[in-house]
């Protein structure tokens, strides 16, 4: 009696159940309980699902414990510390983004509360683990914005954390550029009109409101940052390899997969491939072609190292391009997916083909063929007036956005998912736009049947129109298409140019109607008419009115 008392002593304080309901349910009690794994395995049997949440919870965050003791290992060997650093964090897991590294560490360090300078291996593991959960895109763009800032109790964000935390964005969009990394002179300037125009001569902002400005005017700039951590966080465990590793080939497999696919993530996918110019083609001013990101070469400046005078900054300010790469990557970023939509591997003609495989493969890296923006006009270049600018885009039936470069630096963009057509009608589907680029980004206004375009139709407003209010359009352009009226001021224009943001069978479709009317104004210029027709024909009474009276007579 006794020892059957104790028997059923211990096992009622171990489960705070009698002996049947233990039995029952003993399967589904944690391992870590004091459960016997024979007992854990014959309960989990008894659920079809058992056996999957298992190797869930075993294997979902195995490559961040692995990454763990990877860097506790480096750790100790080179500063002789049970723990986690932030430059060796940096230096293995972000070695081509350092700072984007620290930064990360940094903020896992604050969210942890450690008091150390180091992470241990634990609360390195349970940060990463709540990190790579987040799935809200709210939380994950306010993590973001509180990672570049202070840490500070207040929490405030200034302009430079801004700042810093979108130029991060560019390079890792740059980076992982089809061309390779790009660099643009006039990052500096794009950055600070997307600061001015967030913090409006503010010095300090919440962060909940940075977020909402940004969801607001540029939401596809920071998720691609992210989508860049979790791949490091998750796949770097196979890139890291020390002597203990040098043999396992299954780890220099991993690493050399990872390397060929390494722009595979969809970073590259916001930024646009621009045309470019022909580098033989005249210049304007100088007969040198563009530098990427602005300027121009051979523009016809003084010696290296000389000063630039008034005359040379004047002409490199009018030289420069209207749509940079910085511009382009912030266009890309606030504007709806369809400008930027990556273009597609057409299917294979003979799906018994042996080349199936590799269609099937271009399918799966869709994203390292982004989408091409080509140059439809440029006024500086094609001539300026409303004639060269209707026969340069009429006929591309894609989305484009036209530029307007205006006085006082003024850049406004005008984003048509649409054809331009002229008509006393607005046109425009869901992601027609209006925006302001120079000297502060704002979206302007973001709604369909907003845009409008009439150049001979009498009795309507000649010229083109943006704003879904036809008594108070946003932009007004006059019919000769040289002022700009915005918030009831006039500006002189200074330059216009229109990208296609389709594929290239629309431009082909574009230059073959073009081909077309050109053939057909040369064959009815050379129309055969009979003697009859030329005694109706308008042009004999003109000739007669001119004193050509016996013009058709052949005695004469």
């Not at 395995?41 to 056996?51: D, I, K, N, V």
């Not at 406004?412 to 046109?427: G, K, S």
């Amino acid at each position: 009696m006794g020892n059957t008392h104790s028997s059923g002593g211990k096992g009622s304080g171990s489960s705070g159940t009698n002996s049947p309901s233990k039995s029952k349910t003993e399967g589904t009690v944690d391992p870590k309980q004091g459960q016997q794994p024979g007992q854990q395995a014959r309960g989990m049997t008894r659920t079809a699902s058992g056996a999957d949440i298992q190797d869930r919870s075993q294997t979902q965050f195995q490559p961040v414990e692995k990454l763990g003791r990877i860097l506790v290992k480096k750790c100790e060997e080179q500063h002789g510390i049970q723990g986690i650093t932030g430059d060796i964090f940096a230096r293995y897991v972000f070695p081509k983004y350092p700072d984007l590294g620290l930064k990360l560490f940094r903020y896992l360090r604050f969210l942890s509360h450690a008091k150390t300078e180091h992470l241990g291996l634990v609360a390195f593991r349970q940060q990463c683990e709540k990190f790579l959960a987040l799935l809200d895109d709210s939380i994950i763009l306010e993590s973001y914005v509180r990672m570049f800032g202070d840490l500070s109790e207040e929490q405030l964000i200034k302009p430079e954390n801004l700042k810093n935390l979108l130029r991060t964005c560019y390079n890792l969009a740059m980076a992982h550029y089809s061309d390779g990394p790009q660099t643009c002179l006039l990052l500096n300037r794009t950055l600070d009109s997307v600061v001015q125009s967030c913090f409006f001569s503010k010095e300090s902002l919440s962060p909940g409101y940075i977020c909402r400005w940004l969801e607001n005017n540029v939401p596809r700039l920071v998720p691609p940052i992210h989508k860049y951590c979790v791949h490091a966080l998750s796949t770097s465990h196979r890139t890291i390899i020390d002597s203990s590793m040098a043999s396992n080939s299954e780890t220099v497999i991993s690493v050399s997969a990872i390397n060929a696919g390494e722009a595979s993530y969809g970073l590259e996918l916001q930024t646009p491939i621009l045309e470019k110019t022909n580098p033989f083609s005249k210049d304007l001013t100088s007969g040198g072609g563009r530098l990427p990101g602005g300027g121009a070469a051979g523009a016809g400046t003084s010696e290296p190292g000389k000063p630039l005078t008034d005359e040379e900054r004047e002409r490199l300010k009018n030289q420069q391009p209207l749509l940079p790469l910085s511009e382009a990557w912030l266009l890309a970023g606030s504007l709806p997916p369809l400008y930027s939509k990556p273009q597609s591997v057409p299917a294979p003609i003979n799906p018994h083909s042996a080349n199936l495989t590799s269609h099937v493969f271009l399918a799966k890296l869709l994203s390292l063929v982004p989408s091409h923006w080509t140059s439809l006009y440029d006024s500086r270049l094609d001539g300026s007036g409303t004639n060269r600018f209707l026969h340069h885009v009429l006929g591309y039936r894609g989305p484009n956005l036209v530029l307007f470069r205006c006085e006082d630096d003024l850049l406004f963009c005008v984003a048509n998912p649409n054809e331009w057509r002229e008509t006393h009608l607005y046109i425009g589907d869901e992601g027609a736009c209006c925006l302001q680029l120079l000297p502060k980004f704002q979206m302007l206004e973001k709604k369909p049947k907003s845009l409008y375009l009439n150049t001979h139709i009498r009795g309507y407003p000649k010229g083109l129109r943006a704003g879904s209010d036809p008594r108070k359009p946003i932009l007004i352009v006059d019919e000769h298409f040289e002022r700009l009226e915005y918030r009831s001021l006039l500006h002189k224009i200074l330059s216009i140019e229109v990208w296609g943001c389709g594929n290239q069978q629309l431009r082909d479709v574009q230059l073959d109607i073009k081909k077309w009317a050109i053939k057909e104004a040369e064959r009815q210029r050379t129309v055969k008419m009979t003697a009859a027709d030329w005694m109706d024909h308008p042009d004999r009474y003109l000739l007669e009115l001119g004193g050509r009276q016996n013009y058709n007579n052949s005695s004469t």
